[in-house]
């Protein structure tokens, strides 16, 4: 119980700095899985209405997971 509160502090004092990092990291990782995703709507020929599906299958791949 202390440990959460411990962390919640923490997590109150972040900086700008700490949170533009995320920021990036996630805008970096989000613009891997977009590409991921593209290249097997490609792969597929080009067919549209299946974005969910290749973006389901792609963040596992950008993510390092094979399901």
Do not use: C
Request: proline content about 1%.
């Amino acid at each position: 119980m202390k440990r959460e509160k411990l962390i919640k502090r923490r997590g109150d004092h972040m900086t700008d700095a700490t949170t533009d990092s995320m920021s990036e990291a996630n805008n970096g990782l989000h613009h891997r899985i977009a590409m991921a995703a593209y290249e097997l709507y490609e792969r597929r020929g080009r067919i549209d209405g299946q974005d969910l599906e290749d973006w389901f299958k792609a963040e596992p791949i950008v993510n390092g997971r094979t399901e």
